[in-house]
């Protein structure tokens, strides 16, 4: 929350977008001043705080979407020792009833500076939440792949899956990775259709198996999950166990495959 500023200082809003970002400035009493935009790059970020310098000293700036449109601009005030207070965009209703208005949301950026809740995008926050994008792409592909293999293997031949029965999560991937197809593609058409069968489902185990074990370094200790260790818990080496701020384990058991085979 931003200390009440003198009467010689200002606040900024800014209104972000993708290619242009339109600021605005208020006086310490919340009075409008004046408005511009600028275009969202670095020689634009740097004309928009000496365009808010020019009216006061700058006590904060309040950004819309500092972890999308509005990161660079955020980055680039926090470097310059500006006080960056992330606000929420305008309430969708008020917005319909009174239209959509850069201006308008920049000084309503502004407004909300004054009171709003400061949240860092630099540094190791920024770091995590670029991982965390990372890291959850790839656990919702490794998931996809192990439910697309268990669904394989239901349908699969029967001696196929017998091979398979009983086997861990663990050992069940890797087997199906080392699976070796008695042929591929064209030379399928010289066997029989119980071998093409057989063949066609282990190239599709093994596939799957793969892609799967392409996303396993986001539980390794030099992947991802080590970097998303739980901040708040101060850690500096990576512990097992789940994440308040990730909400999922760093690392996870090897456990039973229940398949219905």
Same mark, same amino acid.
């Given at each position: 929350?931003? /200390?009440?500023?003198?009467? &010689?200082?200002?606040?900024?809003?800014?209104?972000? !977008?993708?290619?242009? !970002? !339109?600021?605005? $400035?208020?006086?310490? $009493?919340?009075?409008?001043? *004046?408005?511009?935009?600028?275009?969202?790059?670095?020689?634009?970020?740097? %004309?928009?705080?000496?365009?808010?310098?020019?009216?006061?000293?700058?006590?904060?700036?309040?950004?819309?979407?500092?972890?999308?449109?509005?990161?660079?601009?955020?980055?680039?005030?926090?470097?310059? &020792?500006?006080?960056?207070?992330?606000?929420?965009?305008?309430?969708?209703?008020?917005?319909?009833?009174?239209?959509?208005?850069?201006?308008?949301?920049?000084?309503?950026?502004? =407004?909300?500076?004054? /009171?709003?809740?400061?949240? =860092?995008? #630099?540094?190791?926050?920024?770091?995590?939440? /670029?991982?965390?994008?990372?890291?959850?792409? #790839?656990?919702?592909?490794?998931?996809?792949?192990?439910? %697309?293999?268990?669904?394989?293997?239901?349908?699969?031949?029967?001696?196929?899956?017998? %091979?398979?029965?009983?086997? @861990?999560?663990?050992?069940?991937?890797?087997?199906?990775?080392?699976?070796?197809?008695? #042929?591929?593609? #064209?030379?399928?058409?010289?066997?029989?259709?119980?071998?093409?069968?057989?063949?066609?489902?282990?190239?599709?185990?093994?596939?799957?198996?793969?892609?799967?074990?392409?996303?396993? *370094?986001?539980?390794?200790?030099?992947?991802?999950?080590?970097?998303?260790?739980?901040?708040?818990?101060?850690?500096?080496?990576?512990?097992?166990?789940?994440?308040?701020?990730?909400? /999922?384990?760093?690392?996870?058991? &090897?456990?039973?495959? @229940?398949? &219905?085979?």
């Amino acid at each position: 929350m931003l /200390s009440t500023p003198s009467a &010689d200082e200002v606040i900024g809003g800014v209104d972000t !977008h993708r290619d242009t !970002h !339109h600021a605005a $400035v208020i006086d310490a $009493v919340g009075r409008r001043v *004046d408005d511009a935009p600028f275009p969202a790059t670095a020689r634009g970020y740097e %004309q928009l705080l000496a365009w808010m310098r020019s009216h006061g000293e700058v006590a904060g700036v309040g950004v819309e979407g500092t972890g999308s449109y509005g990161a660079g601009l955020a980055r680039f005030l926090a470097r310059e &020792d500006v006080r960056v207070v992330e606000v929420d965009r305008p309430d969708r209703r008020a917005r319909r009833r009174s239209g959509k208005s850069d201006p308008l949301d920049a000084y309503a950026a502004a =407004s909300a500076a004054l /009171s709003g809740t400061p949240k =860092s995008r #630099a540094g190791l926050v920024e770091a995590i939440r /670029s991982l965390r994008v990372a890291r959850r792409g #790839a656990v919702k592909a490794r998931t996809q792949a192990i439910n %697309q293999l268990r669904a394989q293997i239901v349908t699969a031949p029967t001696e196929l899956r017998e %091979q398979l029965r009983g086997l @861990t999560t663990g050992a069940l991937v890797k087997t199906c990775a080392r699976l070796r197809p008695a #042929a591929q593609g #064209a030379e399928l058409t010289r066997f029989d259709p119980a071998t093409i069968v057989s063949a066609a489902a282990k190239t599709a185990l093994r596939q799957l198996a793969r892609r799967h074990q392409l996303h396993d *370094d986001v539980f390794r200790p030099t992947g991802v999950g080590t970097l998303l260790r739980c901040p708040s818990r101060g850690e500096t080496e990576p512990k097992t166990g789940p994440c308040p701020d990730t909400g /999922s384990d760093a690392e996870k058991p &090897d456990r039973p495959a @229940t398949l &219905d085979l």
